[in-house]
């Protein structure tokens, strides 16, 4: 059979996906990264995706979701079919504060999954359901949508901040007395008088009701909150999420915060 090549058929899978982030390659192709249900994280190529005739190019945007089927590669997926269930991009995009958060939500969901293709339903799910927050009419802010994504994605992964009992002994922070409550990023969150290391913030009272109210769901308290409280709350936010990931977000400097 000296000669003869055989083009064995790639393996094909189909699932819903979120497009986090999109990369021209070449003329007419692009690389685009999925958050998929089923598979975790992928890049795929899409083919002749930037041509005016190409028949799927405009799914293929930054925060839609798709379903979409996939033809399995050594180093890249090939998109072989695309559906749109809901393409957020053109709604996202028209609202900068939005589009600025949306971008740091996907660039967070890159970097919380480190690894290609490991399963990650529940933060699939967080992060559909941010996107879908900031492209449809929503009352909530987009920063707040923004703040409450990290810090349950932080939670998700492993590295929920303490924001209702010490980090360090796990005392309640109703015990604490008439101190006033601290937070030491490197101890993870909230600590006790007795825990507190030096260099630890003091944020008010209303920036960790906040925080807790963002954690937890609770929206008529968080959409509540003053300006002051949601820029404290937003800086200890960005602080615990560049400690556990050793460095900041690139989009995260970028977001409106009105």
């Known amino acids: 059979m000296g000669g003869v090549s055989r083009a ?10 979120v497009v986090l982030r999109c990369q021209k390659l070449g003329e007419a192709d692009r690389i685009v990264t999925l958050f998929t249900r089923r598979h975790g994280r992928v890049r795929a190529v ?9 028949r799927f190019g405009a ?5 839609g979701h798709v379903d979409v089927q996939l033809a399995e590669g050594r180093s890249l997926h090939v998109v072989s079919q695309v559906e749109g269930i809901s393409l957020y991009g053109k709604r ?6 939005r589009y600025t958060a949306a971008s740091a939500i996907a660039e967070a969901a890159e970097r919380f999954t ?10 699939y799910l967080l992060t559909l359901g941010a996107l879908r927050a900031l492209g449809e009419p929503d009352e909530r802010p987009a920063p707040l949508i923004l703040d409450s994504y990290l810090l349950r994605a932080m939670t998700l992964t492993g590295w929920a901040p303490a ?7 796990g005392r309640p922070a109703d015990s604490f007395g008439d101190s006033r409550p601290a937070v030491s990023v490197p101890s993870g969150g ?16 209303e920036t960790l009701r906040l925080l807790v109210a963002l954690a937890d769901g609770d929206w008529p308290t968080a959409i509540a909150s003053e300006p002051a409280a949601r820029s404290q709350g937003s800086g ?6 560049q400690w556990h990931l050793e460095r900041g977000l690139r989009s995260l400097p970028l977001v409106d915060r009105g």
């Open 236 to 241: 200890l936010v960005a602080a615990l999420l």
């Open 59 to 63: 799914r293929l945007e930054p925060f």
């Open 114 to 123: 480190p690894e290609e293709q490991e399963p990650s339903l529940r933060l």
């Open 8 to 17: 064995f058929p790639r393996k094909l899978y189909r699932d819903d996906a």
């Open 46 to 54: 899409g083919k002749g995706v930037r041509r005016t005739t190409s």
């Open 190 to 205: 909230l600590v006790c008088p007795t825990c507190r290391p030096p260099g630890a913030a003091a944020p008010r009272s």
């Open 163 to 169: 924001l209702t009992e010490c980090a360090v002994c």
């Open 92 to 97: 996202i995009g028209a609202d900068y504060p």
